[in-house]
């Protein structure tokens, strides 16, 4: 099993460009979630999918897109890149509906916009 | 402000040492997980504990929690420099989704 995996792991867009990041998870995990994190800081939730053919949006979910197209995979858009989406995007994916499920992470895309 | 913060920011040790890092929050929990993220790498699961629960251990990982002050701790001991990461508490609100701490950076110099 591959786990989760993300594409593409490094990316350098210039302001207004648009791009889609990939998400793909083969654990037949129900949730499905896109975080970024900036320097000194925690992870914080763009969008989630609860389940398939569900999204929601989290903490920080303004200039973004997600679509989930099926279980297995849960992309992310950004619509006209702005230097404030430099970040690190990680996805994350997990059985929902228990009381106790850890998050599998993928390795990470790496964004500067310029 | 966030849900978990995580104290100190940055925590410098030398090998075979215990490290001890703390994990405070501001709502009712359903339970409290800890992550490890390597340099340039994802997150990874290190150990979860419930609400009800005080203590739990995991191979040299010992976590507590302390509902009634919101806190828990991870405690490493006879650390190696391949323990060297920064380290989340992530707080699971009932019905809600994972609220992550800005992290701990450990250092275990050799």
């Known amino acids: 099993n591959a786990g989760v995996t993300q594409t593409p792991k490094f990316q350098v867009l210039k302001t207004g460009q648009s791009m889609t990041l990939q998400c793909a998870q083969d654990m037949n995990h129900n949730s499905m979630y896109w975080y970024r994190q900036d320097p000194g800081m925690g992870l914080r939730l763009i969008y989630y999918?609860?389940?398939?053919?569900?999204?929601d949006k989290g903490e920080v979910p303004n200039g973004y897109n997600v679509s989930r197209l099926n279980k297995r995979e849960f992309s992310l858009r950004l619509e006209s890149a702005a230097p404030s989406q430099t970040s690190v995007y990680f996805c994350a994916s997990t059985t929902r509906g228990q009381l106790e499920h850890e998050q599998f992470f993928g390795p990470g895309t790496r964004l500067t916009v310029l | 402000s966030q849900q978990g913060e995580e104290d100190p920011q940055a925590l410098s040790i030398q090998e075979g040492e215990n490290a001890t890092m703390n994990c405070s929050y501001k709502?009712?929990?359903?339970?409290l997980q800890w992550y490890r993220q390597n340099s340039g790498r994802g997150l990874v699961h290190l150990i979860l504990i419930r609400s009800n629960e005080r203590e739990k251990h995991s191979g040299r990982l010992r976590v507590t929690l302390d509902t009634s002050k919101k806190s828990s701790s991870l405690l490493i001991t006879a650390s190696r420099a391949a323990d060297t990461a920064s380290y989340f508490c992530a707080t699971i609100l009932y019905g809600q989704n994972f609220v992550f701490g800005p992290g701990t950076r450990l250092s275990v110099l050799p």
């Open positions: 999918s609860a389940s398939e053919g569900t999204t």
């Open positions: 709502t009712s929990i359903n339970n």
